[in-house]
């Protein structure tokens, strides 16, 4: 079942591709304490997620900021090194926590799971947004298939 509003985000050890390499990080501290927009994309290097979702983000990176976010993060199905590498084919610099669940234990968490075997994809995320204060979700966008609307930066704008 999809996480919804009023749970907390379940407990999980995720990767972080930062310049330096890969760094694991858990979700205790990734969302404690803080307002965090958790945004999650079917796949790096992907084409929607990268002309248009992961951009929105780093774009209105200041307004989400200046709404109350403390932490603004991506997560996909991939390894630290790709979304490493899409961060900085993307230029997020530090505005943009780029997340790896690899073989996506923290999705299935949330219940976001996307099965694309068929496709030869594997498992991946379905593609949504959520917001998450000291670590308790106040906010939950799952996207229709193929559709980017409600898990667009303006959309969790509108919510913060």
């Not at 976010?69 to 090194?81: G, W």
């Amino acid at each position: 079942m999809t996480i919804q509003v009023g749970e907390s985000i379940p407990s999980a050890k995720l990767v972080q591709g930062t310049a330096e390499g890969p760094k694991e990080i858990t979700t205790e501290e990734l969302f404690g304490g803080k307002t965090v927009v958790l945004f999650g994309v079917p796949g790096a290097f992907t084409p929607t997620c990268s002309a248009k979702h992961l951009p929105g983000y780093v774009t209105q990176y200041d307004a989400l900021t200046a709404k109350g976010a403390d932490v603004v993060a991506c997560i996909a199905v991939n390894d630290a090194f790709v979304m490493g590498a899409w961060g900085k084919d993307q230029g997020v610099g530090d505005k943009v926590v780029m997340l790896a669940d690899g073989s996506a234990e923290f999705t299935r968490k949330l219940g976001l799971e996307l099965d694309l075997t068929a496709r030869g994809l594997g498992v991946r995320s379905q593609r949504f947004a959520l917001v998450a204060k000291d670590g308790k979700v106040t906010h939950v966008a799952v996207e229709a298939p193929g559709a980017f609307e409600v898990s667009k930066a303006e959309a969790i704008l509108a919510v913060l």
